[in-house]
C-alpha cells in the first residue's frame, strides 16, 4: 500500500528566509509525486508535480521540490518566505503506471511564515 | 488545466436529512474522484466515479451512505445520505489531467 509521511505538523519560519517543508513516502513501482497548498477556507491548489527528469522541480509562487529516490522523500522548498505563503501544505503520492491512479495524501504541514 | 465549479460551497444540514454536491468541469474528462476532509485531517478518497460505470467506493466508505451520479464526461453528485455530526467534513472533487489532479474548491458541511 502506498503512504505518506509529514513528520512535521507545523513549520515556523521567518519571512525571508529559506523555508523546507519535509516528505517521505512509499509506493510500488515508480512515483507520481505532488504538493497542494490549501489556504483557510478554500479547496487544494497545486503546487508542483514530478514525474520523470530532473530531480529539482519548480513549481508555482516560488516553490520548487527535490525528488530523492534513494532516500524517498520529496521535500518541499522556498529560498525566500513570503507572509503569504502561511497556509496548510500537503505532499501527495500515486503509483506511475499509466492512466490515474489512486492519490495517498499526508497529514498535512501547516506553514506559519512570521513578519 | 481543468476548471471546476463545485457547489454549494458550505452549507448547515439537520441530521437525517441528505445533501447533494455538485461538480461541473470545463472539459470532459475520464475519471472523478471524490475525497472527504474530516476537521485537521488529511483528505481520505472516498470513491472513483468513470461516466457510465458505477463508482468504485474505497474501505469504509459505501454506496447507500454516499451514492455517486456520472451522468456525462464534464459533471457528477455526491450525495451524503441520513447525515449525522460524524459527516461534518470538507467534501471535494478532483479530476486528473496531464498536469495533475485538480481539486473543486470544495463544499463545507455542518451537520447539526
Known amino acids: 500500500a502506498q503512504s505518506v509521511a509529514q513528520p512535521e505538523d507545523q513549520v515556523n519560519v521567518a519571512e525571508g528566509n529559506p523555508l523546507t517543508v519535509k516528505c517521505t513516502y512509499s509506493v510500488s513501482g515508480n512515483p507520481y509525486l505532488f504538493w497542494y497548498v490549501q489556504y483557510p477556507n478554500r479547496g487544494l491548489q497545486f503546487l508542483l508535480k514530478y514525474i520523470t527528469g530532473d530531480n529539482l522541480v519548480k513549481g508555482s509562487y516560488g516553490f520548487e521540490a527535490e525528488f530523492n529516490k534513494s532516500q524517498t522523500s520529496f521535500h518541499l522548498k522556498k529560498p525566500s518566505a513570503l507572509v503569504s505563503d502561511s497556509a496548510l501544505y500537503f505532499c501527495?503520492?500515486?503509483?506511475?503506471?499509466?492512466?490515474?491512479?489512486?492519490?495517498?495524501f499526508g497529514t498535512g504541514t501547516k506553514l506559519q511564515v512570521i513578519p | 488545466s481543468a476548471v471546476i465549479s463545485q457547489k454549494p460551497s458550505r452549507d448547515i444540514c439537520q441530521r437525517g436529512t441528505s445533501l447533494t454536491i455538485q461538480c461541473q468541469v470545463d472539459s470532459q474528462v475520464t475519471m472523478m474522484f471524490w475525497y472527504r476532509q474530516q476537521p485537521g485531517q488529511s483528505l481520505t478518497l472516498i470513491a472513483t466515479a468513470n461516466q457510465g460505470s458505477e463508482a468504485t467506493y474505497e474501505s469504509g466508505f459505501v454506496i447507500d451512505k454516499f451514492p455517486i451520479s456520472r451522468p456525462n464526461l464534464t459533471f457528477s453528485t455526491l450525495t451524503v445520505s441520513n447525515m449525522s455530526p460524524e459527516d461534518s467534513s470538507i467534501y471535494l472533487c478532483?479530476?486528473?489531467?496531464?498536469?495533475?489532479?485538480?481539486f473543486g474548491s470544495g463544499t463545507r458541511l455542518t451537520v447539526v
Open positions: 501527495a503520492v500515486s503509483p506511475f503506471s499509466g492512466g490515474y491512479q489512486k492519490v495517498t
Open positions: 478532483s479530476v486528473g489531467t496531464v498536469y495533475g489532479y485538480t
